[in-house]
Each structure stands twice: as structure tokens, then as C-alpha cells.
């Protein structure tokens, strides 16, 4: 079982940044696909960023250029740096992990982006 913990959240001015982290407990981490998710006030969940345990990246196209996805194996953590933050980032992000096809979410870290 692999439990996602997030954490980096917070309250940033438009323009700012910020690196979200999210570090998820299991021996199988590093053959985990894992993504980020984020859902915004009376939206659906969407896809933010994805990365493969072999590190191939994938991007919504709303965030391309200015969020970055990476992980590291060792520390069983994934990250997501977030720059250029638009008002319209603001969203509680939630990690997810899938080993073998099967969903494990995270509780969520709220970013707000003040305009």
C-alpha cells in the first residue's frame, strides 16, 4: 500500500511561487506512477502533472511552462514546482499515487493565488 502525504501549500501573491511536496510511505514508490491533482471551488478534479517511474512528464495544458513535476526514489518524494502562480491556480492539490493500476490519494494542500 503506498499512503500519500502532501505538504507546501499556502497563501502566495500572482506571480509568486511555490514547491508543493508530497512523500508517500511503501517499498514500491519508485515503480509508481504519480500525479498531481487539484480542484478548485464548484469545479471538477483535474489533472495537473504527472510523472512515470521512469520520469516521463506529462502537463495540463494550462500549466505547461510554468509547473514542473519531478520525484525523487530515494526519498519516496514527488514534487511539483509551481511558478508564474495565477489567480486561477487556486485550488486544494491532492497527490496521487498508482501502483499497479490502483488509486491512493492524499488529503489535499490548499494553495491560494492573491490577485
Known amino acids: 500500500q503506498v499512503q500519500p502525504v502532501e505538504s507546501g501549500g499556502g497563501l502566495v501573491q500572482a506571480g509568486g511561487s511555490l514547491r508543493l511536496s508530497c512523500t508517500a510511505s511503501?517499498?514500491?514508490?519508485?515503480?509508481?506512477?504519480m500525479s498531481w491533482y487539484r480542484q478548485a471551488p464548484g469545479k471538477q478534479r483535474e489533472l495537473v502533472a504527472g510523472?512515470?517511474?521512469?520520469?516521463?512528464?506529462n502537463y495540463a495544458d494550462s500549466v505547461k511552462g510554468r509547473f514542473t513535476i519531478s520525484r525523487d526514489n530515494a526519498k519516496n518524494t514527488v514534487y511539483l514546482q509551481m511558478n508564474s502562480l495565477k489567480p486561477d491556480d487556486t485550488a486544494v492539490y491532492y497527490c496521487n499515487a498508482r501502483p499497479y493500476g490502483v488509486n491512493y490519494w492524499g488529503k489535499g494542500t490548499l494553495v491560494t493565488v492573491s490577485s
Open positions: 511503501g517499498n514500491i514508490f519508485s515503480i509508481t506512477l
Open positions: 510523472i512515470s517511474a521512469g520520469g516521463s512528464t
